[in-house]
């Protein structure tokens, strides 16, 4: 019987480039037309892209310290969902173990950052994290009927 990564490779499509701001846009356009193909709801889309941007943003902002990296994005379904798969090599970030923003705080009482991962984390119907062989794997899924 395959592991989970041996089946998430069966039916997921992979692109890995630089983890340079350039790359969002090739990212985007990788993996939003495979979402509307594999027919993710509409009102959907707006937030994968706001998760595609959020996450991709912090993988190029912290991952790598600065130096050059890359990032393997993959994208693709099962009879349910549709899943998008982020993989970096840089160091190690658990983006669920972040405390939670206080949206309802002041904003003057905030601390800086955390928002995006806060909104991706309540928009997205499934989030997962896991560290496999030095890597950091970030999946989001979005539910086909809900």
């Known amino acids: 019987m395959p592991t989970p990564e041996e089946r998430s490779a069966e039916i997921m499509e992979w692109l890995t480039l630089p983890s340079d701001p350039e790359s969002l846009e090739e990212f985007r356009a990788f993996v ?6 594999l027919l993710i709801p509409v009102a959907k889309l707006p937030v994968l892209e706001l998760a595609l941007e959020e996450i991709l943003l912090n993988v190029i902002s912290y991952a790598y310290d600065g130096n050059p990296g890359l990032i393997r994005v993959g994208c693709g379904a099962d009879r349910t969902r549709f899943v998008v798969s982020f993989r970096d090599d840089g160091k190690y970030f658990n983006p ?18 955390g928002l995006g991962i806060h909104l991706v984390k309540n928009m997205v119907d499934e989030i997962s994290y896991r560290r496999v062989d030095e890597s950091n794997v970030l999946e989001v899924a979005f539910t086909f009927g809900s």
């Open 32 to 37: 939003l037309p495979r979402a509307r193909k």
């Open 96 to 113: 669920l173990e972040r405390e939670e923003v206080s949206v309802n705080a002041p904003i003057d009482d905030r601390p800086v950052g």
